[in-house]
C-alpha cells in the first residue's frame, strides 16, 4: 500500500473493513484532536473527553466490519461522540439519583434505627451497672442524678451529712468509670 495519509476517509474505511490497523491508524490520527476539542467544548472536562473519543474509537474498530455510512466518515464520528456523551450525562444522571437515595436512606432509615438500637443497648448497660452499686450508693446517685435535688437536699432527707453524700456520688461515679469505659462514661454523664 502506500501513504495512508493521502488516502481519502472512504478508501481508508474499506481498508478498515478489512482489518487494516494502519488505516485504522490514520483514522485515528486524522480525527481525534477535532473529536477530543469537540467533546471537551460538551464536557468542560479533559479527561471525560479523553474517554469519551478511546471510547468512539474502540466502537470504531469493534464494529469495522459491519459499518454501514450514510454519511461520510467525519460526520459518523461526530454523531458517535453526540451519542456517547449523551450516553455519559444520561449515566451520571443515574449515577447522581442513586447516590442520592443512598445518602436520603442513610439519613433517615437504618442510621437511626441503628443509633436507637445502640442507645437502647447502652442506656441498659449503664442501668446494669448502677445496679450492681451497692444499695445506699445507688439511692444517693440516683438521686443526685434523677431529681436533681442539691447533696445538701438529698443530705437532709436521708438525714446524711453533706459531705457523706459528696463522697457517695463521687465513689458512685468513680466504680461506673471504671465499670463502663470512657465512653459510656461520658454518655452516662450527659444523660443521667
Known amino acids: 500500500m502506500g501513504n495512508y495519509s ?5 478508501e481508508l474505511l474499506n481498508l478498515l473493513k478489512a482489518s487494516d490497523k494502519l488505516a485504522y491508524t490514520q483514522i485515528y490520527d486524522r480525527y481525534n484532536w ?17 474517554d469519551v473519543v478511546q471510547g468512539v474509537f474502540m466502537m470504531l474498530w469493534a464494529k469495522r466490519e459491519s459499518i454501514e455510512l450514510t454519511s461520510n466518515l467525519v460526520g ?3 454523531t458517535a461522540i453526540r451519542n456517547q456523551i449523551l450516553n455519559l450525562i444520561a449515566h451520571k444522571r443515574v449515577q447522581s439519583k442513586y447516590i442520592d437515595s443512598i445518602v436520603d436512606f442513610a439519613e ?6 441503628d443509633f436507637q438500637v445502640r ?4 442506656k441498659s448497660i449503664i442501668e446494669r451497672e448502677i445496679a450492681l ?26 438525714n446524711l451529712s453533706e459531705q457523706t453524700v459528696k ?8 466504680a461506673l468509670r471504671v465499670r463502663l469505659g470512657l465512653f459510656s462514661f461520658l454518655v452516662l454523664l450527659f444523660n443521667y
Open 6 to 10: 493521502a488516502f481519502s476517509d472512504l
Open 167 to 174: 463522697a457517695q456520688v463521687r465513689n458512685a461515679l468513680r
Open 76 to 78: 459518523y464520528l461526530y
Open 34 to 50: 477535532l473529536l477530543h476539542t469537540h467533546a471537551y467544548r460538551k464536557l468542560n472536562d479533559r479527561e471525560e473527553a479523553r
Open 133 to 158: 452499686l451497692p444499695p445506699k450508693m445507688r439511692e444517693i446517685f440516683l438521686l443526685s442524678r434523677n431529681t436533681n435535688l442539691s447533696h445538701r437536699e438529698i443530705a437532709m432527707n436521708l
Open 108 to 113: 433517615q432509615g437504618s442510621y437511626h434505627a
Open 119 to 122: 442507645e437502647r443497648e447502652l
